[in-house]
C-alpha cells in the first residue's frame, strides 16, 4: 500500500486544529461517507458541491483511496468504493455484533425470547448476532443470514425513516416474493406498514417470514451503520398483550446499545 504522502500534499498532513486528528484522513474518510451516502457512485464535481473541497484536493485524495483500493474509478470516470472496503465492513459487522451480545442477553433475560441484531447492507438485511431463547421451542437465524427487507420486522425498523422514493427504488430492485401467505407484496402497503411503524416506534413481523413466528423490531438509534434488534417467538408466546410489554425493553435496550456504540466499548 503506497503512503499517503506519495499523493497528500505537507499542508493537508497536519494536525486538524483542536481535534488532534489528520486533516488528509479526515478528509478522506469524509469523501467516502459522502459517497456511501450518494450510493456508492459519485463524480469530483458532486464531492466537490458536497464537501466543499476544492477540487485539486480532492483529485489527491481520491488518488490515495484507488491506489489504496478503497476507491475504484469507472470507465466513465466517476468514482465508486472499492472491493477493500467489504472486508473492513465484514470486520466491522462481526465486532458490531460481539458489542450488541450483551445487550441481546438483557433481552433475553427479560423477554424470555430469542434476539436478534440485523444491519441493513445494500438492499439486503443481513443478522450480524443473536442470542437464543432458552424455551424448547424457540426460534433461530443463522448470524450471517441475508433476507429482503420487506418481510421481516427489522427490515420495517431499517426502512422506516427512509424516504419514500427510495424504499420504492429498493423494492424495485429486489421484487417482493412472497416467503408465506401473509406477507406483504404490494410497495403501498408496505410504505402504510412503514407509517406505522414511524406511528408506533416499533415494527412487526406477523407471520410474514415463516408462519407461526412474530417478530418485533426497533431501530437502534444515531447507530453508525443502519442497525436494528428484535426479539422473535412463537405467536402463541408473542402477543397483543406481551408486545405492550416487551417494546419497552426492546427501546430502552436499543438506547443503551447506541451509548455503548457511540462510546466504542463493550457493555
Known amino acids: 500500500m503506497p503512503p499517503s504522502s506519495a499523493s497528500t500534499s505537507a499542508a493537508e498532513a497536519k494536525p486538524a486544529g483542536a481535534s488532534g486528528g489528520v486533516q488528509s484522513l479526515e478528509r478522506a474518510f469524509d469523501l467516502l461517507e459522502r459517497m456511501a451516502d450518494a450510493g456508492g457512485e459519485v463524480g469530483l464535481s458532486e464531492l466537490a458541491s458536497s464537501s466543499g473541497l476544492p477540487l485539486p ?15 475504484r474509478q469507472q470507465p466513465n470516470r466517476r468514482y465508486a468504493l472499492g472491493p477493500r472496503l467489504i472486508r473492513l465492513g465484514e470486520s466491522a459487522s462481526r465486532l458490531l455484533g460481539t458489542w450488541a451480545r450483551p445487550f441481546l442477553a438483557r433481552l433475553v433475560e427479560e423477554t424470555g425470547e ?6 441493513l447492507d445494500g438492499d439486503e438485511i443481513v443478522y450480524v448476532a443473536q442470542v437464543p431463547s432458552r ?6 437465524t443463522e448470524v450471517g443470514r441475508r433476507v429482503l427487507p420487506h418481510s421481516t420486522g427489522v427490515g420495517k425498523a431499517l426502512l422506516a425513516n427512509h424516504p419514500p422514493e427510495e424504499v420504492r427504488a429498493l423494492l424495485g430492485r429486489t421484487g417482493m416474493p412472497a416467503a408465506t401467505e401473509k406477507t406483504i407484496t404490494d410497495p403501498d402497503r408496505f410504505l402504510d406498514a412503514l407509517a406505522d411503524v414511524r406511528r408506533l416506534g416499533y415494527a ?9 413466528v412474530r417478530c418485533l423490531a426497533v431501530p437502534v438509534p444515531n447507530s453508525p451503520t443502519s442497525a436494528a434488534i428484535s426479539i422473535s417467538g412463537p405467536t402463541g408466546r408473542v402477543t397483543e398483550a406481551a408486545t405492550d410489554k416487551i417494546v419497552p425493553v426492546l427501546q430502552d ?13 463493550p457493555a
Open 253 to 265: 435496550v436499543a438506547a443503551q446499545l447506541s451509548i455503548a456504540l457511540a462510546n466504542q466499548t
Open 135 to 140: 424455551h424448547a421451542v424457540r426460534m433461530f
Open 204 to 212: 412487526v413481523d406477523d407471520n410474514e417470514q415463516e408462519i407461526g
Open 57 to 71: 484536493t480532492i483529485h489527491r485524495l481520491m488518488r490515495t483511496l484507488v491506489a489504496c483500493g478503497y476507491v
Open 114 to 119: 430469542t434476539a436478534n441484531m440485523a444491519l
